[in-house]
């Protein structure tokens, strides 16, 4: 009598290599023309266009609040976060949902593009052409073939008011 015999399993990366991979993974976004990238890590989410509700006597940078599966989810407008002209009228902006703190927020990019491995080893500093009000909200420049994809660090993002 012949026994079926499982092929060997395949080796699986340890589990300390797949989160190192995981913090390197980076979802590409443009606003105003610029590319920049949030760590995947933080995205819970991206929609398109959704329907916002302005909050009265909010900052600028607070677009509203939108539902998202029975959540109430604040949503960001990045122009207005990073001091950039207003999206033209008929503009639809995407939504990038992140969590931070356990709390949800939508940040309204004006693209959303692909998820990018990037070695941190070939993060570069920001450089002194920066914009100053992107500074503060920026973890450093990966240049691209034609461009900077600024990094831009989420919880300096949401830490409205402070």
């Known amino acids: 009598m012949q026994t079926a015999t499982n092929p060997p399993a395949e080796p699986r990366p340890p589990t300390g290599a797949i989160a190192s991979d995981a913090a390197s993974m980076m979802l590409t976004l443009t606003v105003a023309g610029q590319p920049c990238a949030v760590p995947v890590l933080a995205v819970r989410d991206v929609l398109g266009a959704q329907a916002i509700t302005r909050i009265p006597l909010a900052p600028r940078e607070v677009a509203g609040s939108l539902n998202l599966r029975g959540r109430i989810v604040t949503a960001v407008d990045l122009r207005g976060r990073l001091g950039l002209p207003a999206r033209a009228p008929g503009e639809v902006a995407m939504s990038v949902v992140v969590e931070v703190g356990g709390e949800l927020y939508s940040l309204l990019a004006d693209q959303v593009g692909e998820v990018l491995t990037l070695n941190p080893e070939e993060r570069a500093p920001n450089p002194p052409t920066l914009d ?31």
């Open 132 to 162: 100053p009000s992107w500074k503060e909200f920026s973890l450093g420049v990966h240049r691209r073939e034609d461009h900077l994809l600024v990094l831009l660090d989420v919880e300096q993002l949401l830490a409205l008011g402070v």
